[in-house]
């Protein structure tokens, strides 16, 4: 079945290390793919976006993402968190099959950093 | 407008009432999308607008759901005989996809139900 995985529920980071939150996907053809982050109160805020290219891609906010057809993955990184980036994160994908190119998310992750 | 905007932000109503919710969507944009999220969960799509046609429902849970969207602008979502069990986040999105190439969608803050 189509579907899109985020393996990691909740990820704890210390402020001023490493993030990396992983995204698989299953469909037949390479899809588009998005990262949202949504903080408390707010609406979903795209990151970023691969649609074809360069497999890595660039992002507000610092974050950078890449795309590994091999592994049917889209894998979003920061080098050093801020502690205004803990929130929840979903990865999406469109088909670019379905009528509508409607997205499909993945169950999010949420981020905690700690001071 | 500036972005896309969603009312109410907050509804808490009774088991059995009918609740509006409504979206302005960015001005100019074709597209238009519902989608519900609930606690703890990703987005799901429910039903999507191109102008004022409604082109796929199939997100829709049952026909207690319906949406319109009568002047291709602002839409409301209308949920009927409410249930505990549509207590979530109702977001609302739009975008200028036309039909073709990639869609990219900009999301308003939400509705957030609770039903009592």
């Known amino acids: 079945a189509q579907s899109v995985t985020q393996p990691d529920i909740h990820i704890t980071v210390s402020e001023g290390a490493s993030l990396e939150l992983r995204c698989n996907y299953s469909?037949?053809?390479?899809?588009?793919l998005f990262w949202y982050v949504q903080s408390p109160g707010q609406g979903l805020q795209l990151l970023l976006k691969?649609?074809?290219?360069?497999?890595l891609v660039q992002g507000i906010k610092g974050f950078e993402a890449e795309f590994k057809r091999s592994q049917s993955s889209f894998n979003l990184r920061k080098p050093s968190v801020h502690w205004s980036d803990a929130a929840e994160y979903f990865c999406?994908?469109?088909?670019?099959?379905?009528?509508?190119?409607?997205?499909?998310f993945g169950g999010g992750t949420r981020v905690l950093v700690k001071p | 407008g500036a972005g896309v905007s969603q009312s109410p932000r907050y509804k808490v109503t009774k088991r059995g009432q009918d609740v509006a919710l409504r979206c302005d969507p960015i001005?100019?944009?074709?597209?238009l999308y519902w989608y519900r999220q609930a606690l703890g969960q990703g987005p799901e799509f429910l039903t999507y607008?191109?102008?004022?046609?409604?082109?796929?429902k199939s997100g829709l849970p049952n026909d207690r759901f319906s949406a319109e969207r009568p002047e291709g602008s602002i839409s409301t979502l209308t949920i009927q005989r409410t249930e505990q069990r549509d207590s979530a986040m109702y977001r609302c999105?739009?975008?200028?996809?036309?039909?073709?190439?990639?869609?990219?969608?900009?999301f308003g803050a939400g509705s957030r139900l609770t039903v009592l």
């Open positions: 999105a739009s975008s200028n996809w036309t039909g073709s190439g990639a869609n990219v969608l900009t």
């Open positions: 469909y037949g053809a390479t899809p588009y």
């Open positions: 001005s100019g944009h074709v597209s």
């Open positions: 607008f191109n102008y004022e046609a409604q082109q796929d």
């Open positions: 691969y649609f074809s290219g360069d497999t």
């Open positions: 999406a994908v469109d088909p670019q099959k379905a009528a509508g190119n409607k997205l499909t």
